[in-house]
């Protein structure tokens, strides 16, 4: 009798079906927001943006704002619905669309990071590469948490919350981040993060609406509701086992670094002696450890070497490091920044030299441009200006009492064959013709008479 209260009691407490809500607004409701097109659409290419804008600039705050924004979960959860209630119409649709959206994001993504000037790649961009069993169980308890909200009176910041959770912007950026840099994996790595999402997300939706009792549509033939939950169960099944696999590897390797941290802690430190590193060549099975202060002495090493098997590193061989050893390690490694900071050093003062040079350089060619340009005049200046004899040509600079500018101008000095000056209109063709071919802003012609004729 009391075992029986205690089941009643929790079932009141469990049972959501009093909080539903009406079956056919939610089902409305979720039909509604599978389809992409007008401004749902433009919402998603903008949220693709500032999500790309976030992994590149390595911005969580962008990145969740992006998340927020975004309308993908739309026909992921009318995928997990249509299976849920037997509607294969609301399938076809929320496939088609799930599959235009996911076109459509890589390919702005892509645009985005091949007209970005920042191609390096930041650990949040990183972090969406490498998917594992953890992201399944949180893309399936999202999942359950967003379909519960969507039919359940009540719904508070769930939605908001599974959005962000779930992250299916950021990985379909990463996927298209790989396209336009050309590192597939990152693209492969991504891309099944972001379908071990939709598929994980459909699944919760697909039991959510199992578990809340709606109401099931019948196929023109019981074979065909069997083949798509046959298929789902299928793509679930595949989804799952790479993100195992990555799972056993990250877990194994977590395992054998608490291991390694344990054997140093318990067979290696004594007063006196510091542990600065350590490193393992798994293809060698060699553990090596860097030690200074005081030594560890062969019979502690030959004995850590015997209880390395208390710590699943059985057939290791330890190689420790130590006195004059570690010194010229350490000396090695000083000498190592130094030169580093050297080059970093000569490398501004070449830079710092290269800008003189430039410099000077430009200087130069503005003295001597002059000479280049003499064998036009000469061979032109006969036919239009017979009476000049002579013609020298140089870079001049103006100080003037009332203003503390420069003024920089070019001279020329002309001599003409009867001595006599210039006539105003053919000195100041001279002058006209003269600035043209030297491209000069500024030029003041000068007979030997020093008169002067000055634009």
């Keep these: 009798m009391e075992k029986s209260n205690i089941r009643e009691s929790l079932k009141q407490y469990f049972n959501i079906l009093p909080d539903k809500e009406d079956e056919q607004e939610i089902i409305a409701q979720i039909s509604s927001g599978v389809t992409f097109k007008g401004a749902n659409l433009w919402v998603l290419i903008f949220a693709i943006f500032i999500a790309s804008l976030g992994l590149n600039v390595n911005s969580t705050a962008v990145i969740i704002g992006a998340m927020l924004i975004s309308p993908l979960m739309g026909p992921i959860i009318g995928m ?84 962000i959770a779930t992250a299916l912007m950021p990985p379909l950026c990463t996927a298209g981040f790989g396209l336009a840099t050309g590192h597939w994996l990152y693209f ?3 891309f099944y993060l972001f379908f071990i999402n939709t598929v994980f997300i459909a699944l919760a939706t697909f039991c959510g609406v199992r578990l809340l009792q709606f109401r099931q549509r019948e196929f023109v033939s019981s074979a065909r509701a069997i083949k798509a939950r046959r298929i789902m169960m299928i793509l679930v099944f595949l989804t799952i086992i790479p993100a195992a696999f990555m799972t056993i590897n990250i877990v194994r390797q977590s395992m054998f670094d608490n291991n390694l941290n344990r054997f140093i802690k318990a067979e290696l430190q004594q007063r006196g002696t510091h542990i600065i590193s350590n490193s393992v060549d798994k293809d060698s099975l060699v553990l090596r450890i860097v030690a200074v202060g005081r030594e560890i002495t062969e019979a502690k090493q030959q004995e850590a070497q015997n209880r390395m098997p208390f710590y699943d590193m059985a057939g290791y061989q330890l190689r420790v490091i130590q006195g004059a050893q570690s010194d010229s390690l350490m000396l090695l490694n000083s000498e190592l920044t130094a030169m580093t900071t050297n080059r970093e050093s000569d490398r501004q003062q070449l830079m710092s030299l290269s800008t003189q040079v430039n410099s000077l350089s430009s200087q130069l060619e503005e003295y001597t441009r002059y ?85």
Excluded: M
């Design 371 to 455: 000479e280049a340009v003499s064998e036009d005049i000469r061979n032109e200046l006969p036919a239009l200006f017979p009476q000049v004899s002579s013609l020298s040509l140089s870079r001049a600079s103006e100080v003037r009492s009332d203003t503390v500018a420069i003024n920089h101008y070019v001279v020329a000095i002309i001599g003409t064959t009867d001595d006599n000056p210039l006539p105003k209109d053919d000195a100041q063709r001279l002058r006209e013709w003269l600035q043209v071919k030297v491209k000069a802003d500024s030029l003041v012609l000068l007979p030997y008479s020093n008169a002067s004729i000055r634009r």
């Design 80 to 163: 997990g619905l249509a299976v849920g209630i037997n509607d294969l119409d609301l399938l076809k649709r929320s496939s088609k669309n799930y599959g235009v959206a996911t076109l459509i994001s890589v390919l702005t993504a892509t645009i985005y990071f091949l007209i970005s000037p920042l191609s390096e790649a930041q650990s949040e961009l990183l972090a969406r590469t490498s998917p594992t069993l953890y992201d399944v169980l949180i893309a399936f308890c999202g999942g359950a948490a967003g379909i519960i909200a969507l039919c359940t009176r009540g719904k508070g910041n769930v939605i908001p919350g599974v959005a």
């Design 188 to 190: 492969l790595g991504a």
